[in-house]
Nanobody, 121 residues
Framework: QLQLAESGGGLVQAGGSLRLSCESS????????IAWFYQAHGKDREAVAC??????ATRYPPPWKGRFTISKSGNMAFLQMNNLRSEDTGIYFC????????????????WGRGIQVTVSS
């Protein structure tokens, strides 16, 4: 069973940057598709970035394209978040899977517990 643990969340001012990290164990992310999802209070979880293990292709839904960057190295995955907005406030989840590529949550079998990001305006 792949275990995921997020870190790096916190409070940041609007316009600022934050880098989230996700550590996997006992295996690396090498053979897994990865994604970051976020869930605002009272709303459904939605993808902000995803990456294919096959060719490292990335996808970003429009609200986050150009501001967020997903990457991975060994047993670490990252989400670099720039130009943060108050509407980016929520809980961020790291996810990994080995079935299907894309940002659909059903493709991801393994999930971290999530970490809070708060953007103050």
């Amino acid at each position: 069973q792949l275990q995921l643990a997020e870190s790096g969340g916190g409070l940041v001012q609007a316009g600022g940057s934050l880098r989230l990290s996700c550590e996997s164990s006992p295996w690396t992310f090498e053979h897994y598709n990865i994604a970051w999802f976020y869930q605002a209070h009272g709303k459904d979880r939605e993808a902000v970035a995803c990456m294919s293990s096959y060719n490292l292709a990335t996808r970003y839904p429009p609200p986050w394209k150009g501001r967020f960057t997903i990457s991975k190295s060994g047993n670490m995955a990252f989400l670099q978040m720039n130009n943060l907005r108050s509407e980016d406030t929520g809980i961020y989840f790291c996810a990994a899977g080995d079935y299907g590529t894309g940002c659909d949550s059903s493709f991801y079998k393994y999930w971290g517990r999530g970490i809070q990001v708060t953007v103050s305006s």
